[in-house]
């Protein structure tokens, strides 16, 4: 597998990673999470420059830092294999394709102001699409990351406060701090049980459900 | 220019804050170009991401690129998709270096024990905006909500109603996605299809 890395020149690299980034944008349709069989299909079992585990690590961290996660894997991807001009290179050619659809679209139809009955019915039909689709990955999402009552509680003071119009930037901005007290608390709770239950066995009880919790934790991690 | 330059910030602003893809970039945006700003009304952001969800390219690039073109044009949507990349280039780079050693330490995995939880609060809260310009004719009414939790006579917009075609459709994405693995694709053009079909009719 070296080998073939080798044999692949510092500019065939950069254009490989252009085009292949560059056709999936342009033909994968949802975006995101969407694109990783293809990505899969080109990087891992067509030019092995990447291993199937490298990808998995790589799927995992682009969801995990900000950002949308089809640049993200365009730019990890293109760090890995042609370092900093690679990650410019990869974002450029996945950025291409949608830039030019859609500024053609938008030239089309001025303000997205359409009269047609039919047009309107197609866009209404997309729209309900849509809204089950975010539905059902909200689900999964609150079934994967949410692990306690307390947890549910946190998320629901924070959809709140989204309904009653404060600013969703300011909401994230304010989980930060949130999450570092919640760990902190968390973990002091944790050696707090593991004490307790080294002193005695009155504080079984406690100390048998957080092993629980952090094994749940893990297993969160792990997907 | 002074505003491409502006708009150039907004969309670097979403993109760190943009936890969790795409969809988070739906509250993002509504808070700042619907309610904020005004340039967009609900409907127009709804159209506008019917549009983006069915043309390939990710979604939120799409929309960045749509949402730029509505402010200033050509060059805002060059400044709106610039805006979501170059963070991400900036934190990719420097980060893959060294992500895999902060991983596991308190500051990083805090901050992503909050972020996710509020993700999680924010993509339900993006499934209400998609409520109120799919399943109801118009966004749903909270206020009257509230007055019903105060046991008093709740006033409804004008307008207001729930759209059959629009829950039929929701509902049925919704039942295929669980029970079947079709791509996204065809759901989203079977959708196209049916909302042209059942438009006919009502």
Known sequence: ?223 | MNHCILLFFQFCKFSVLCFGGGYMLIPLLTAEFVDREQVLTMSEFGNLLSVAQVTPGPVGLNTATYVGYVNEGFFGSLAASLGLVVPTIVIGCSAAAGINRWKDTFLVNGMLKGTRLAAVALIMFAVTIFFGMSIFTQTIPWEALGACLKFERPVLPDGFSVSPAGMLICGVTVVLMLKTKLPTTVLLLGSAAAGALLASWF
């Open chain 1, 1 to 223: 597998m070296e080998m073939e890395i080798q044999t692949l020149s510092r500019a065939r690299r950069l254009l490989l990673l252009y085009c292949s980034f560059f056709r999936i944008t342009a033909l994968v349709v949802g975006g995101g999470l969407a694109m990783l069989p293809v990505i899969e299909e080109i990087f891992v079992v067509k030019h092995k420059l990447l291993t199937r585990e490298e990808l998995l690590d790589m799927t995992a961290l682009t969801q995990t830092v900000p950002g949308i996660i089809a640049i993200n894997s365009a730019v990890y991807i293109g760090m890995k294999i042609g370092g900093v001009p690679g990650a410019l290179a990869a974002a450029a050619g996945a950025v291409t394709p949608p830039f030019t659809v859609i500024l053609i679209i938008a030239s089309l139809f001025p303000r997205l102001d359409p009269k047609n009955r039919y047009l309107l019915g197609v866009f209404a039909g997309i729209r309900a699409c849509v809204t089950g689709m975010i539905l059902v990955t909200g689900c999964r999402m609150f079934r994967r990351t949410v692990k306690s009552r307390l947890e549910c509680a946190v998320v629901l003071v924070f959809f709140v406060l989204a309904l009653m119009k404060v600013s969703p930037a300011l909401l994230i901005l304010a989980a930060v701090p949130f999450g570092w007290c919640y760990v902190w608390w968390q973990t002091r709770r944790m050696s707090q049980a593991e004490q307790a239950s080294d002193g005695g066995t009155s504080a079984g009880a406690s100390a048998s459900v957080d092993p629980s919790s952090e094994t749940h934790e893990d297993g969160g991690r792990g997907k």
